[in-house]
């Protein structure tokens, strides 16, 4: 079982930036895909974005461009890098790790191990 730790969350206005980070409890972090969702209040989880092991990525449509996922220099660890800011991009945001196959990236059912979650605020 991997023990994730999401940080960097906070209030921003509309068009700024943010960088999350999920930091993993173990060495074996880079044999698992992980991938980052949201939840804002009254809606379903949803996918974000992911890197897989292999170091390919894949994004919503609705960060697409504006977003970007990376494996950090510091062991252990995936950023979010979220740029220009949107208020519908509130919600709070949960890293996740797992095996997934391809076809089932976006499926939160598909990881097995989830962070606490970090709030994100877009907001004027």
């Known amino acids: 079982q991997v023990q994730l730790v999401e940080s960097g969350g906070g209030l921003v206005q509309p068009g700024g930036s943010l960088r999350l980070s999920c930091t993993a409890s173990?060495?074996?972090?880079?044999?698992?895909?992980i991938a980052w969702f949201r939840q804002a209040p009254g809606k379903e989880r949803e996918f974000v974005a992911t890197i897989r092991q292999t170091r390919t990525t894949h994004y919503s449509d609705s960060v697409k461009g504006r977003f970007t996922i990376a494996r950090g220099s510091v062991k252990n660890t995936v950023y979010l890098q979220m740029e220009r800011l949107r208020p519908e991009d509130s919600a709070v945001y949960y890293c996740?790790?797992?095996?997934?196959?391809?076809?089932?990236?976006?499926?939160?059912?598909?990881?097995?191990?989830w962070g606490q979650g970090t709030q994100v605020t877009v907001s004027s």
């Open positions: 996740a790790a797992g095996r997934p196959i391809l076809s089932s990236i976006r499926d939160a059912r598909v990881y097995g191990n």
């Open positions: 173990e060495s074996t972090f880079s044999t698992y895909a």
